[in-house]
């Protein structure tokens, strides 16, 4: 159901790989509320994803960027406010990927230069996708820019690998540029903090079904679904959170206050 929450607003989607993506969900549920879009994703990624499908759906263009290339990323923002007719108010910021996790290296062992690649990726790409806006001076006053980020940026999760300092740096960034872009553009800046979610890259890591079904017992409300947090980045994205910013916001059925559940006790 819409409530037109986005009405007139302009927005950058990236990560939506397939129909169990979280950033396509986030778009799907952006356009029913209002707002025009543009999506994007690696060159790579689009070869083994279905974006091109969901971007004839939602009558979407869909503009190739590599997000660890400031290049791509002038390019993708430039032809981005060209197609919306504007400057853009709201961007989704839903990648990450570890070489190191793809290949099933232990945390003891790691490669380096894999896992410099997996910041590179994961997080620094997030200061980049900042940095640009900022430069090319982008955002609309009072807009809003999220990241996707996971409880492992504070507690051990030792099959989420490097993945883990990725999410706090990544969580960092949000903090520090959404200093920045408060002071100058009143633009806010905030992670989620999602539940294990069956996305086609969440349910790589090693031990994810045993897990999906442990946070789910320890969360009172259950693990927040890939749709629910749509729904929460649209809350964010709107005008009723203009006051949020340089928070890490834990969108997890209740899973990180939750010491330990009879439930679990009971498995």
Known sequence: MSNNLLKGKRGVIFGALDDK??????????????????LT?????????????????????????DATSLEDLENLFQQSMEAL????DFVLHSI??????RKKKEYTGLNYDWMQKTFDISA????KVMQTLWKMEAMNDWGSILALTYIAAQRTFPDYSEMAESKALLESFA?????HFGERNKVR???????PTRTT????VKGFDEFFDYADKMSPLGNASSESCADYCIMLFSDFTRMVTMQNLYHDGGFSSMGMSPKVLEM
């Open 21 to 38: 993506s979280i950033a396509w969900k986030v778009a799907e549920r952006c356009v029913e509320e209002g707002a025009a879009i543009t």
């Open 124 to 127: 620094i790409s997030f200061h």
């Open 201 to 204: 890259a969440g349910s790589g």
């Open 175 to 179: 903090r520090s540029f959404g200093y």
């Open 41 to 65: 994703n690696a060159p790579v990624a689009m070869r083994f994803g279905e974006i091109q499908k969901l971007g004839e759906k939602l009558n979407a263009e869909v503009i190739p960027a």
């Open 96 to 101: 990450g990927m570890s070489l190191n996790v």
């Open 85 to 88: 007719g504007g400057k853009i």
């Open 189 to 195: 800046v905030n992670t989620i903090s999602q539940s």
